[in-house]
């Protein structure tokens, strides 16, 4: 074939673009990173401080924010790199996507990709993927992986995740050099969404991340629950059950895990100040404060 | 020089004289001048061309080595375009869509009937993407295209003409995704769809005329495994010729 007939039958088949269903079918895998993470306008009010007296800023309220900010920027340092789905893919098999190589501009001389595979043709195959690093030296990483398993209904389904920030900290030694690991799931429905996520760091350090875990669940409303422990008082690690709804106004009922006992009840307002606290195991459910979304609705 | 020379020689003067010169010349252009109108007054009552008065000469169906001259039209079209292939809705790439477009024909191209045409066309519509890993994606899309015919008209001088042609085109496409749900860039395809069409002009007068036309073309995609689809445009057009004979 010479060149001539080769640009021709290019010509004729070829097309260029990226007009394809499946591309976005093998971009289901990645999750928006948006439907993992509190709401930005849960953040609202971290490191205010506040206290527990009527009227005051709600220093429950703050814990909250806190922790959805940190674990916000977690979240956000991880999955950044999988936005890139965003675009078309840069390459393509006939069970893969890949897009990428793409340089690290947090690490100069360094790249990532996000490969992308299932058998599109098996309805309930599930997607997987995975975040690869290439160092200046050549080396390559996995830096996360992850499957979804996509429901009846396509968009929706459930996933997970896992980050191995220890394996890539030769390449990034300075960021959450103290997080060794992060697994997260979640679930996509139509009217709501959750995630479920641990941060492991290192042994006996006082890292900060809650020990036990994340969890968030998100109503079609931005209503949310938030599930956190932080130190309370004389509590290390107090477990959090927050209710926070648009408008500013929450409630958090507080418990100590270790003896199963209920600390406290705080609500606040939606200028963020305090409108209910009580303390001991008898400081009530917390039915006198805003609705709090639930697990089931 | 030589050329000037022998041309005033065909003059039958060996010395010309710069007056006697410009009485012949004004007497041959007069003689050619008769002729010309002489062999247009035979012709059949044709379009003659007023961009491009250059005889060419008919060779079918009637034989006649009549001298023929050019003319542009120009024509407003309007069409459906079917889409032979499962719609979005069902896992497809391309849905139906209207059409609508422009185009300049130049008829009389080298022999009678033959016409050239350049065209430019634009597509629009939405839909929505279903398939087993997407659920009611909901996209606006676009096209252009440019496209370049030939085809042959069957009568001429008569209110109806048959006409047939094929076509191939350069096309560019992009449809945006309505989500918050998917990672769904815009995505865009440029192609070169080839097809034929068949039709039947009504002229009203020899500059004006309506027509049917129906058109398939395939349309290479590369995608999906997909390799391509056909196409089908049904529709009419509105045609005005600049120069055709009243």
């Not at chain 1, 080769?6 to 948006?34: E, H, M």
């Not at chain 2, 350069?170 to 069409?197: D, E, K």
């Amino acid at each position: 074939m010479n060149r001539r007939t080769a640009l021709l039958a290019l010509s004729l088949a070829g097309c260029g673009g990226n007009w394809s269903n499946n591309d976005i079918a093998y971009a289901t895998a990645v999750p928006r990173r948006f439907l993992l993470q509190v709401p930005t306008i849960y953040e609202r009010g971290a490191d205010a401080g506040g206290g527990m007296i009527l009227g005051q800023p709600s220093a429950a309220r703050a814990a909250a924010a806190t922790a959805a900010l940190r674990y916000n920027a977690l979240l956000t340092y991880l999955l950044s790199p999988l936005d890139v789905a965003v675009n078309p893919p840069t390459s393509r098999t006939t069970t893969s996507r890949i897009w990428g190589p793409f340089d690290d501009a947090n690490n100069p001389g360094s790249q990532f990709w996000v490969d992308v595979s299932s058998d599109l043709a098996d309805a309930n195959a599930p997607l997987t993927w995975t975040l690869k690093t290439r160092g200046t030296s050549g080396t390559t990483w996995t830096a996360g992986s992850g499957t979804f398993q996509p429901s009846a209904s396509a968009a929706f389904g459930t996933g997970s995740m896992d980050f191995a920030l220890a394996s890539v900290r030769p390449l990034d030694a300075g960021t959450y050099s103290e997080v060794q690991s992060l697994r997260l799931s979640y679930e996509l429905a139509p009217d709501s969404h959750s995630a479920l996520s641990m941060v492991e760091s290192d042994p006996g350090g006082d890292s900060g991340w809650s020990p036990s875990g994340y969890g968030l669940f998100v109503r079609a409303d931005n209503a949310i629950r938030w599930r956190f422990s932080a130190p309370y008082g004389d509590v290390a690690s107090a477990q959090f059950e927050v209710g926070m709804l648009p408008t500013g106004a929450g409630v958090a009922v507080l418990s100590d895990p270790a003896s199963a006992t209920r600390i406290a009840v705080a609500c606040w307002n939606q200028d963020g100040t305090v409108s209910y606290h009580a303390e001991g195991s008898d400081a009530g459910s917390g039915a006198v404060c805003p609705l709090i979304p639930s697990a089931t609705n | 020089m030589l050329a000037s020379y022998r041309e005033i020689s065909l003059l039958g003067n060996s010395y010309v004289r710069p007056f006697n010169l410009l009485v012949k010349l004004g007497l041959v252009g007069f003689a050619l001048a008769r002729t010309a109108t002489a062999q247009t007054s035979q012709a059949p009552a044709v379009p003659d061309s007023l961009a491009a008065p250059a005889a060419v000469v008919e060779i079918a169906p009637t034989g006649l080595m009549t001298p023929q001259g050019r003319y542009w039209s120009l024509a407003a079209h309007g069409s459906d375009r079917a889409v032979f292939a499962p719609p979005t809705e069902k896992g497809g790439l391309l849905n139906a869509t209207p059409i609508v477009g422009v185009s300049g024909i130049l008829h009389n191209l080298i022999v009678r009937r033959i016409g050239l045409e350049i065209d430019g066309h634009y597509a629009w519509g939405s839909g929505q993407v279903t398939s087993s890993r997407i659920d009611q994606l909901s996209y606006d899309m676009n096209a252009f295209e440019v496209g370049v015919a030939l085809l042959y008209e069957y009568t001429s001088g008569a209110p109806l003409v048959p006409f047939v042609g094929v076509r191939a085109a350069f096309a560019t496409l992009r449809r945006t995704f309505n989500t918050t749900t998917y990672l769904a860039p815009q995505q865009s395809l440029t192609t070169f769809p080839v097809g034929a069409f068949v039709g039947l002009k009504y002229c009203f007068t020899p500059k004006i005329a309506i027509a049917a036309r129906a058109r398939v073309h395939y349309l290479a995609i590369g995608a999906d495994g997909v390799a391509g689809v056909w196409t089908a445009d049904f529709g009419g057009y509105f045609e005005y010729a600049f120069g055709a004979s009243p």
